[in-house]
């Protein structure tokens, strides 16, 4: 096991009197909201372990105030090389199944250590990792489930079998734009799906999820009642079976471990220098998470959209994010781009990004809208041009959208005319102003929920309280 002597010590040093374990599932947007969960819970006085996989492995030297152990995964190198979600969680759990590894792993983390280690209360898991779940319940350790997309995602999760039942899904093109009113205000074109992903491997990750979710001992979700007051009620109503149902979100806010600490890409932070030499609000920061991906094609319109829209931007171009390229994407942008955009704009590899939308001169994001980057925008009242991609990024969209009025969708085929267009609204006077307004609003809303007695504060109260209850 790795980790200082004092790894787990509470702050101030004193030796925590409990502890927990946390299991994230190893990609970006899912391993940053687990990490924040174990800074808050550290910080209330829970020494925490993380257990991780091999594949995609922490680096416990980034967080010394927790103790590190390794789980042989065994996600064949094939699949992992691959690269798809899907298959990969699909692998993950197989092969865990399959090996006496995570019991094992979860039985030595559980027990008290001669060194004064209290025993662990319970096992924080992501909803996908149901083959630890699994294993901690064989061993009698209770599990919640974090839950690191919105209440209305997990809404939708848990609805699957019934809005295949009704024909919801898989979505029909004519049906794209009817109402579903079981789970409002979702469309069929808002619903979970992806049309990179076999849709039968989607329904299958999801109905292992969902057993998850209602087979544990209690629920987190990184969200906040400013956000989604309606969706957590009905959740709660559905899930009343459970002792706990919390929106104790957005983390990121809530604990003081920053997001870059759990990076798997290390962010260049010499962006945040040329941010302080911008004025404010006048830069739109470019990101599409950690998965989205691009033709070669898309791309050049990208950047000839933000060449051409004359405002300062931040672009995020991941080695990986070209389709089909094995060179680094950024290697793939277009002739002529570098000097057009000289002294205006900057684009990296992985930025820091919780920083970046926190800085003054950033005044518009453009972002495929998964739930972290979703929860990041609104907790700093940054306005957004939606460009989802797969998954949840619809329905977020919808709620981006529709429900706050924070941002709009850019949709269609991406065409730099029509990407300049979106920029200039987004970052310009009038309609952008009006977002911008809604978003400073939205954002103090939530700030609302982050204080000592606000929402989130007291869902946090609630579960450290549950914790040492078990
Ligand atoms: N992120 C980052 N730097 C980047 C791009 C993304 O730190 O350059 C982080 C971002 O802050 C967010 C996570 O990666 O916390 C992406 O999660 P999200 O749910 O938005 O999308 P996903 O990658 O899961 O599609």
Redesign the pocket.
């Known amino acids: 096991m790795a980790g200082a002597q004092e790894a787990g010590d509470a702050p101030g040093h004193q030796p925590c009197a409990r502890r927990v374990l946390v299991f994230p599932l190893p ?4 391993i ?1 909201p687990m990490l924040h969960l174990a800074g808050v819970l550290h910080a209330r006085g829970l020494a925490v372990t993380v257990l991780h996989t091999r594949f995609n492995a922490l680096d416990p030297a980034r967080h010394p105030e927790f103790q590190f152990v390794a789980v042989p995964d065994g996600t064949p190198a094939d699949v992992a090389a691959m690269g798809r979600i899907i298959d990969i969680i699909l692998a993950m759990n197989a092969a865990m199944e399959a090996s006496p590894a995570v019991g094992e792993a979860l039985r030595a983390s559980a027990v008290a250590g001669q060194d004064g280690r209290p025993r662990a209360s319970c096992l924080f898991v992501d909803a996908n990792l149901l083959a630890v779940h699994r294993a901690a319940r064989a061993l009698g350790l209770p599990t919640l489930v974090l839950r ?1 997309g919105s209440a209305a995602c997990l809404g939708c999760f848990l609805a699957y079998p019934m809005l295949h039942e009704k024909g919801y899904l898989p979505p029909q093109e004519s049906q794209l734009c009817t109402p579903v009113p079981e789970l409002p205000p979702l469309r069929v074109k808002d619903l979970i799906y992806s049309k990179h992903s076999d849709h039968e491997l989607m329904r299958k990750v999801l109905a292992r999820g969902s057993e998850t979710v209602r087979d544990c001992s209690g629920v987190v979700i990184n969200t906040a009642e400013a956000l989604e007051a309606a969706e957590l009620g009905r959740l709660r109503d559905e899930l009343v079976h459970l002792p706990v149902v919390l929106a104790a979100g957005p983390l ?1 806010k809530l604990s003081s471990s920053r ?2 600490g759990s ?1 798997l ?1 290390a ?1 260049d932070h010499s962006c945040i220098e040329w941010l302080d030499a911008q004025r404010p609000g006048s830069v739109l920061y470019v ?1 599409f ?4 991906a691009m033709d070669s094609s898309e791309l050049r319109e990208v950047a000839w959209g933000l060449a051409e829209c004359g405002h300062p931007f931040l672009w ?1 171009v ?1 080695p990986n994010m070209v389709r089909g390229c094995d060179v680094d994407s950024a290697r793939q942008l277009p002739d002529g781009f570098e000097d057009a955009v000289k002294g205006r704009g900057v684009v ?1 590899r ?5 920083e970046v939308l926190a800085h003054r001169a950033v005044g518009g994001f453009w ?8 929860l ?1 925008a609104v907790s700093e009242g940054v306005p957004m041009i939606c460009r989802p991609d797969a998954v949840d ?1 619809m329905m977020n969209t919808r709620y981006l959208q529709d429900v706050w009025g924070v941002g709009f969708e850019l949709q269609g085929e991406l065409e730099r005319g029509k990407i300049k267009d979106a920029v200039r609204k987004l970052m310009g006077e009038r309609e952008g102003a009006e977002m911008r307004r809604a978003a400073q609003e939205l954002c103090a809303k939530l700030a609302g929920c982050l204080e000592s007695t606000g929402s989130s504060q007291v869902a946090i109260d609630k579960l450290v309280s549950y914790i040492l209850s078990l």
């Open positions: 990609f970006q947007g899912h940053d690191t990121h997001g870059a990076s890409l962010p990101s998470g950690s998965l989205a995020v991941r990296v992985w930025a820091p990004q919780q972002s495929h809208c998964g739930w972290n980057s979703t990041e990024q």
